[in-house]
Structure formats: C-alpha cells, structure tokens
C-alpha cells in the first residue's frame, strides 16, 4: 500500500492559517501527491495536488519536501466552511489509497 | 451541470439478494472508480476503470463486482450481499491524473 501518515485531528482558529502535515515516506518517484477534503454528509472534494514542486490555487497551496517523504497542506485563511477531513493520498498508478485523513475544527 | 450520479442514494436489503448501484457521469471521463467508507477505515477504492471494458481491482475488491461497458457508467454489483458491506458507497470520475469528482454516495445497509 501507498501509505500515508496524518494527524488524527487539528484546530485552528478562524481567520488564521493552518498547515497540515502528511508524512509518506515509501513515496515512489512517480506517485503524485493529491489532498482531499470532505465535509460533514458529503463526497470528497478536490483540494490540490502535486508532484514535486510546490503547487498553489485559489483554495490552498501545497508544500512538498524536497525528499518528497512529506508535504504540507496549507489554507491560508481558515474559515468556518473549511471544518472538515482533509485527506493527504498518494496515487501510484491509478489507485487511490486514502487513508482516514485528519480532522480540522476552526474555532470561531 | 457537470456531476456524477448515484442510484439509489439509500437502500436496505437482505442478506443474499443481488443488487446495483448505478453511477454515471456527464464529463466525458475516461477514469471511473468506486469506494466504501467505513467508520474509523477511511475511503478504500474497491474497483477503478481507465477507460470503457477496462477495470482492475482496487484495495478492497472482494465481494464486488463491476462492468464498463459504456463511458459514461460504472455499475458495482453486489451478486451475494453479506452484512459486512453495509456502508456508505462513493462513486468518481476524472480525466487521467486530474481532479476526481465524486458523487452523493449511497447508504447502504445489509441485514
């Protein structure tokens, strides 16, 4: 398995910014590194992904090490309607291994 | 509107009964994938297809079956439900290597 390494949970306060960390350390040189979130009673929406540089749109950015054994999801200003689980997957090949992802609680 | 669709979005059925899930898109995706969502497993991808009459086994494929027989569907049948798919189904499509988009799912429940 493509195996991704997530926090259980995070909180941050809104308006702020929030960086969550993946940790993929049997990462292959192909596998593309993509960050999905779900809201409460809803499918998964794309956030971003990349394959080794960092990559950046209009809803966060996206930091990759350079061993590219980690990266890190940031949401520049956390709102309310980011509370949410953000998954962090590796896709080698065509399959998708997504993990149980972490938790984000924005405080008013 | 660009979308994937799934029917039904709840169903409750019996032990041993074949059923489909039915999921279809509108975006002219080639990639086509299902998952089931477990409370404290995540999303594990169970069957994925590339492209029409090509599919191969995801991460949880026992149970399951699929067919691609047309671009724009991708049914996952269940031929012997058993109480341990009772879950929460997702389906999605995407262009190769792009952004999945993902459909309502469907609650599932096996008795």
């Known amino acids: 398995d493509a195996k991704t390494t997530q926090p259980n949970s995070m909180e941050s306060n809104e308006e702020e910014p929030v960086h969550l960390p993946c940790n993929h350390s049997t990462i292959s040189g192909t596998d593309y590194i993509h960050w999905y979130r779900q809201l409460p009673s809803q499918g998964p929406e794309y956030v971003i992904h990349?394959?080794?540089s960092n990559v950046n749109n209009r809803m966060a950015s996206l930091a990759i090490a350079e061993d590219r054994k980690s990266s890190t999801l940031i949401l520049h200003r956390a709102t309310l309607r980011d509370a949410a689980v953000y998954y962090c997957i590796l896709t080698p090949g065509n399959q998708f291994y997504f993990g149980t992802g972490t938790s984000l609680t924005v405080i008013p | 509107e660009a979308q994937v669709t799934q029917n039904p979005r709840y169903l409750i059925t019996v032990t041993g009964k074949k059923l489909t899930v039915t999921c279809s898109q509108n975006?002219?995706?080639?990639?086509m994938s299902w998952y089931r969502q477990d409370p404290g497993l995540g999303l594990r991808q169970i069957y994925y297809?590339?492209?029409?009459?090509?599919?191969d086994k995801g991460d949880v494929p026992e149970g399951y079956k699929v067919s691609r027989k047309e671009k724009r569907n991708f049914p996952l049948i269940l031929e012997s439900p058993s109480p341990n798919q009772t879950s929460l189904y997702f389906c999605?499509?995407?262009?190769?290597?792009?952004?999945?988009?993902f459909g309502p799912g469907t609650r599932l429940t096996v008795l």
């Open positions: 975006m002219n995706h080639e990639y």
């Open positions: 990349g394959l080794t």
């Open positions: 999605a499509s995407s262009s190769p290597r792009a952004e999945q988009f």
């Open positions: 297809s590339m492209n029409v009459e090509v599919t």
